[in-house]
């Protein structure tokens, strides 16, 4: 049998950054997290995308940016929702084994959203609005958003545990994570209420690359 490991043991598995964010990226992120909340709120009413679909989503963003405590916590909730183990590892370590053909694209558009760092292509949206609908396209956009808002902080909190632990990441300082967690706790609140002002507006997610492929 597998030992849990514990959150301390889990950050210290990784000893540099898969990817940084910079504090521009998380204020931005958590502008957008009152809407990708509402409508996560809507499908948990509605089940219109399986909560497991959800989670498999969560889940690849967050094994794209490399966040250790975003993988420990998801991995919890995720086991407490039936996945097995052998189904996170895989959605951790970017297999496709545990991929069902019918939610491919959701799950490759949510490795598309981290990949561009929360900036997706207009091209990749539409392909996944083709292939499901506007709604729950709506949902796994939204799905995304709230994954990539958590990395954002969870990366340098990832990195101040490790250092705690006496294993600092090979490419970061105390300045960086103390400044974006800090910078996270004050602009959280002015950026929520940023994100609520944008919904009165009647401003949507729906942020993205317009620029045409090569």
């Not at 989670?55 to 919890?76: D, F, I, P, W």
């Not at 709506?138 to 545990?161: C, D, E, T, V, W």
């Not at 970061?172 to 706790?185: A, D, K, N, P, V």
Request: a positive charge; proline letters at 3%; aromatic letters at 10%.
């Amino acid at each position: 049998m597998t030992k849990k490991l514990s959150l301390s043991e889990t950050v210290i598995q990784r000893n540099e950054y898969k990817r940084k964010y910079s504090i521009w990226e998380l204020y931005r992120s958590f502008v957008l997290a009152p809407g990708a909340l509402s409508e996560l709120i809507r499908n948990n009413k509605t089940k219109l995308v399986d909560k497991r679909l959800v989670k498999r989503l969560q889940l690849a963003v967050t094994e794209v940016n490399g966040c250790a405590a975003c993988s420990y916590q998801h991995t919890q909730m995720a086991l407490k929702e039936g996945m097995s183990n052998e189904e996170i590892s895989s959605f951790l370590s970017g297999g496709s084994e545990f991929t069902k053909p019918e939610e491919a694209k959701a799950i490759m558009f949510a490795q598309h959203f981290a990949d561009t760092r929360g900036f997706p292509k207009k091209y990749a949206y539409d392909s996944i609005v083709e292939e499901y609908g506007k709604k729950k396209a709506s949902i796994i956009l939204s799905a995304s958003q709230m994954m990539i808002a958590g990395n954002m902080y969870g990366i340098p909190f990832s990195a101040f545990l490790s250092r705690l632990q006496g294993k600092p990441y090979k490419d970061s300082t105390l300045f960086y994570e103390l400044g974006m967690l800090i910078f996270g706790i004050l602009c959280l609140p002015i950026a929520v209420i940023h994100g609520f002002l944008r919904g009165l507006l009647g401003l949507t997610n729906e942020k993205f690359d317009k620029t045409p492929t090569e």
